[in-house]
T-cell receptor, first 115, second 114 residues
């Protein structure tokens, strides 16, 4: 089945710097890759997603890139702010028949933005 | 607020017991997903229901079962509980079962097995 690896597990940056989180996946047929942000005591929340027919997608300070050949995708956060501090999860939707929507998550990256 | 509600927020019970976790999806959402979050395993998919029918299964233990009712709320039943079942259990919902639909997560139920 699909397996998603995420790095780094922790990331500390200075306010205003950029942060990059990388993920790799194993199932070459996977075609949807969302990113979730989880704040303390809350459930994960979708922040951006990308489909396999697109190489890059931006939404204000966040962007995601996808390299289907290498089977990896990355989250880029620019001009980081203290409120960006949270745990970020990458995910992939496996292509197995019947598994039409369940997410396979990476282990998460705890991002700390220091003022 | 995602619009997904989960009860109870916290649950403390003993090994060998059985508990039921409840989830109400967002209004209009037909698909419900259950996930388990623990420190060592991370966020793991358990099971998906769509409009009352089981749609996909993950690494869900045989001691665990779920169902989705006609009013679309869902329950996750955990029986013969073990210490290792202590975790956060999240319910998520989406408009339908398509892979591209955003999943909205509830606040979770924290289960502690003593």
């Amino acid at each position: 089945g699909e397996n998603v690896e995420q790095h780094p597990s922790t990331l500390s940056v200075q306010e205003g710097d950029s942060a990059v989180i990388k993920c790799t996946y194993s199932d070459s047929a996977s075609n949807y890759f969302p990113w979730y942000k989880q704040e303390l005591g809350k459930g994960p929340q979708l922040i951006i997603d990308i489909r396999s027919n697109v190489g890059e997608k931006k939404d204000q300070r966040i962007a995601v890139t996808l390299n289907k050949t290498a089977k990896h995708f990355s989250l880029h956060i620019t001009e980081t702010q203290p409120e960006d501090s949270a745990v970020y999860f990458c995910a992939a939707v496996p292509s197995l028949r019947g598994s039409q929507g369940n997410l396979i998550f990476g282990k998460g990256t705890k991002l700390s933005v220091k003022p | 607020d995602s619009g997904v509600t989960q009860t109870p927020k916290h649950l403390i019970t003993a090994t060998g017991q059985r508990v039921t976790l409840r989830c109400s999806p967002r209004s209009g959402d037909l698909s419900v997903y259950w996930y388990q979050q623990s420190l060592d395993q991370g966020l793991q998919f358990l099971i998906q229901y769509y409009n009352g029918e089981e749609r996909a299964k993950g690494n869900i233990l045989e001691r665990f079962s779920a169902q989705q009712f006609p009013d679309l709320h869902s329950e996750l039943n955990l029986s013969s509980l073990e210490l290792g079942d202590s975790a956060l259990y999240f319910c998520a919902s989406s408009r339908d079962s398509a892979a591209y639909n955003e999943q909205f997560f509830g606040p979770g139920t924290r289960l502690t097995v003593l």
